[in-house]
């Protein structure tokens, strides 16, 4: 079943991820419930295990969802969507429901990402259209089926491309859009802070997803500290040559 999966390098800390304040509110929330799960759960009051992260590419959905699992002290399972989708689509259920399966006796959270791949809504009068109208029902079903242990978290940047009876099951719905401003500058401020001064000058642009400004920054402070290296080594040079010239005088 390790196929279905998509390798997780390193954890994530919920203090490496830069949350406005309605999001920071929202996994706050979620994480109080589980933290009170057996209380709740004595008096009847259902805890959010099913979550819902839509919107802009690369203002951390992925990221979140790592460090959920983290500060639940679970491992995340990735669901590689594309090649499920890839396959035969009569392998489709059964590879979802292998998922599922193992998040029941894993202590483990369970990440689609791309979650669009196999919720969207289809034109049911093409040739697969059958069998893809009985993935999405089998996905409706174990999502209403999800141990109260467990969690399940997806993702996508087409949330109006999703079957709506699925979006209907997630409890939390979180969207993710370009930061603000403030948001951004504590982003700049953190990545920043690694780098001595004379290599972390950086022209900060806003308006932008958090992965589109950390990449401006890895390229402004990797040419930043080529820059230096090559005018130390031309300083060196340049000594070199005037020593030269003294001697040979």
Same mark, same amino acid.
């Given at each position: 079943?390790?196929?279905?999966?998509?390798?997780?390098?390193?954890?994530?800390?919920?203090?490496?991820?830069?949350?406005?304040?309605?999001?920071?509110?929202?996994?706050?929330?979620?994480?109080?419930?589980?933290?009170?799960?057996?209380?709740?759960?004595?008096?009847?009051?259902?805890?959010?295990?099913?979550?819902?992260?839509?919107?802009?590419?690369?203002?951390?959905?992925?990221?979140?969802?790592?460090?959920?699992?983290?500060? #639940?002290? *679970?491992?995340?399972?990735? +669901?590689?969507?594309? =090649?499920? !989708?890839?396959?035969?689509?009569?392998?489709?259920? /059964?590879?979802?429901?292998?998922?599922?399966?193992?998040?029941?006796?894993?202590?483990?959270?369970?990440?689609?990402?791309?979650?669009?791949?196999?919720?969207?809504?289809?034109?049911?009068?093409?040739?697969?259209?059958?069998?893809?109208?009985?993935?999405?029902?089998?996905?409706?079903?174990?999502?209403?089926? #999800?141990? *109260?242990?467990?969690?399940? +978290?997806?993702?996508? =940047?087409? !949330?109006?491309?999703?079957?709506?009876?699925?979006? /209907?099951?997630?409890?939390?719905?979180?969207?993710?859009?370009?930061?603000?401003?403030?948001?951004?500058?504590?982003?700049?401020?953190?990545?920043?802070?690694?780098?001595?001064?004379?290599?972390?000058?950086?022209?900060?642009?806003?308006?932008?997803?958090?992965?589109?400004?950390?990449?401006?920054?890895?390229?402004?402070? *990797?040419?930043?500290?080529?820059?230096?290296?090559?005018?130390?080594?031309?300083?060196?040079?340049?000594?070199?040559?005037?020593?030269?010239?003294?001697?040979?005088?």
């Amino acid at each position: 079943m390790n196929h279905l999966f998509i390798p997780n390098n390193g954890k994530v800390d919920m203090n490496d991820v830069v949350f406005d304040e309605q999001l920071f509110s929202q996994i706050s929330q979620f994480l109080r419930e589980y933290e009170h799960v057996e209380i709740l759960t004595k008096y009847g009051l259902p805890v959010v295990n099913k979550i819902l992260l839509y919107g802009k590419s690369g203002c951390g959905k992925t990221m979140t969802a790592k460090a959920i699992a983290n500060k #639940l002290n *679970k491992k995340i399972k990735t +669901i590689n969507l594309g =090649n499920i !989708i890839s396959s035969k689509l009569g392998e489709t259920s /059964r590879n979802i429901a292998s998922a599922f399966k193992m998040i029941e006796t894993q202590e483990a959270v369970l990440f689609f990402d791309e979650f669009d791949s196999l919720g969207k809504e289809r034109n049911y009068d093409n040739t697969d259209s059958s069998e893809m109208k009985r993935v999405v029902n089998g996905m409706i079903q174990m999502m209403d089926h #999800l141990p *109260k242990n467990s969690v399940m +978290i997806a993702a996508t =940047n087409q !949330i109006d491309m999703i079957d709506e009876a699925l979006i /209907r099951r997630f409890e939390l719905k979180m969207e993710f859009q370009n930061p603000k401003r403030q948001d951004l500058d504590r982003l700049y401020d953190k990545l920043l802070a690694r780098f001595p001064e004379e290599y972390a000058k950086v022209i900060r642009v806003y308006d932008i997803s958090f992965a589109e400004a950390e990449n401006i920054v890895m390229t402004e402070v *990797k040419e930043n500290i080529i820059q230096s290296e090559m005018l130390k080594k031309a300083v060196i040079s340049e000594k070199i040559s005037v020593n030269s010239e003294q001697l040979s005088n």
